[in-house]
């Protein structure tokens, strides 16, 4: 990709076109633009090793487009039909693992809460989590914490399970974490779509 960030030109452009891409009804062009996104956050965080700093300005354009697509696969994995998400569970896995590892490059900010997602400086993953969290319902639930609590353990579980190292690296390293990934986004969405409503 080029044109700079997120923000306009040819990035624009093609930020705008996977973003319908991801609400069509076809599965197959959803998983089209699921590859699409999964490369350029790729792209995002091999750049961003090279340049090591470099053009930091530029890149952070990427950030709020990293973070709608990352709320829009996280609604598509909990709180959407079944059947859409298992359709394009492999490439939705794989475009999340490539935003989890792009978010978790990109600079920190200031979090207000708590463990993962929270607590002094804190990644823009750990940020975009957050902010799913906090629109979460945070009344205790009977015989359990609340909604807002098991998500967070869930999350916790999805980033952390399997020893799993969020980092595009060599070949064969990238293709065994984004498998560890896989296993533990399915387990996500099995447990956090026992709790949570399907909208």
Same mark, same amino acid.
């Given at each position: 990709? +080029?044109?700079?960030?997120?923000?306009?030109? =040819?990035?624009?452009? =093609?930020?705008?076109?996977? !973003?319908? @891409?991801?609400?069509? !009804?076809?599965?197959?062009?959803?998983?089209?633009?699921?590859? @699409?996104? &999964?490369?350029?956050?790729? /792209?995002?965080?091999?750049?961003?090793? %090279?340049?090591?700093?470099?053009? &930091?300005?530029?890149? &952070?354009? #990427?950030?709020? *487009?990293?973070?709608? #697509?990352?709320?829009?696969?996280?609604?598509?994995?909990?709180?959407?039909?079944?059947?859409?998400? /298992? $359709?394009?569970?492999?490439?939705? @896995? $794989?475009?999340?693992?490539?935003?989890?590892?792009?978010?978790?490059?990109?600079?920190?900010?200031?979090?207000?809460?708590?463990? =993962?997602? @929270?607590?002094?400086?804190?990644?823009?993953?750990?940020?975009?989590?957050?902010?799913?969290? &906090?629109?979460?319902?945070?009344?205790? %639930?009977?015989?359990? +914490?609340?909604?807002?609590?098991?998500?967070?353990?869930?999350?916790?579980?999805?980033?952390?399970?399997?020893?799993?190292?969020?980092? *595009?690296?060599?070949? !064969?390293?990238?293709?065994?974490?984004?498998?560890?990934?896989?296993?533990?986004?399915?387990?996500?969405?099995? !447990?956090?779509?026992?709790?949570?409503? *399907?909208?």
């Amino acid at each position: 990709p +080029g044109g700079g960030g997120g923000g306009g030109g =040819l990035g624009g452009a =093609l930020a705008e076109a996977l !973003d319908l @891409g991801l609400g069509h !009804d076809s599965a197959a062009v959803v998983r089209e633009s699921l590859r @699409g996104v &999964e490369g350029l956050a790729t /792209w995002q965080v091999q750049r961003r090793q %090279q340049q090591q700093g470099q053009e &930091e300005a530029r890149q &952070e354009d #990427w950030v709020p *487009i990293f973070g709608r #697509w990352f709320r829009c696969l996280v609604t598509l994995a909990v709180f959407r039909d079944a059947g859409a998400f /298992w $359709d394009v569970f492999g490439a939705c @896995g $794989d475009a999340l693992f490539a935003l989890c590892c792009a978010l978790t490059a990109l600079p920190t900010v200031t979090g207000d809460g708590g463990g =993962l997602f @929270g607590g002094g400086a804190c990644s823009m993953l750990q940020a975009a989590v957050g902010a799913l969290l &906090e629109g979460t319902d945070a009344t205790p %639930q009977a015989g359990g +914490g609340s909604k807002r609590q098991r998500l967070a353990e869930a999350f916790e579980a999805l980033l952390t399970s399997g020893a799993l190292v969020l980092e *595009i690296g060599p070949p !064969d390293q990238a293709q065994q974490q984004r498998g560890t990934f896989r296993a533990n986004l399915k387990v996500f969405a099995r !447990d956090s779509r026992a709790f949570m409503p *399907i909208v």
